[in-house]
C-alpha cells in the first residue's frame, strides 16, 4: 500500500529505540503465541498521530522500573501480512493504526486504539501504558 522507502524513518523510529520488526506472520505467531511473559506490540502507521503520539509515548513509556519483556512493531500498510496476524491477536477489537497492545501469557491484558491515541499526548499515552507495565510486568 506504501511504497517502503517512504516508510523506512517512521519505521525506524521504533526499530532503532529497540523494537523489533515483524514482517510475516510466522515472525508474528513466535512473538505472540507464547504463555509466558509480556510483550508490547505498536501498530505503527504513517498517520500524524502516530508520529506525534504513538511512537513517542512508546518510548517515553520504557523509561519505567516495569517494562514489557519484548517489543515488536508491525506497520500497517507495508508488512500487510504480518499486521494481519497481529490484528487477529486483537480480536475482538476492529483493526486500528496506529495501536498499542500489551500481551501477558499470550492473552491481551491492555490495548490503546487510534481513537485512544489521537488528540492525546506522548506523554499521556506514556502515562497510561506505564499505568499498565506496572498492573502487568
Known sequence: MYPEQLTIPMAQDLTNFGFEPLKDIQSVDQALDTQEGTVLVVVNSVCG????????????ALDNDKTPEKCYTVFAGVDNEATGRVREYL??????????????????????????????????????????FERFC
Open 49 to 60: 498521530c502516530a508520529a506525534a503520539n504513538a511512537r513517542p509515548g512508546a518510548k517515553l
Open 91 to 132: 480480536l475482538p477489537y476492529p483493526p486500528s493504526s496506529p495501536a498499542i497492545a500489551l500481551f501477558k501469557d499470550g492473552k491481551l491484558v491492555h490495548f490503546l486504539e487510534r481513537h485512544h491515541i489521537e488528540g492525546r499526548s506522548a506523554g499521556m499515552i506514556a502515562d497510561n501504558l506505564k499505568m499498565a
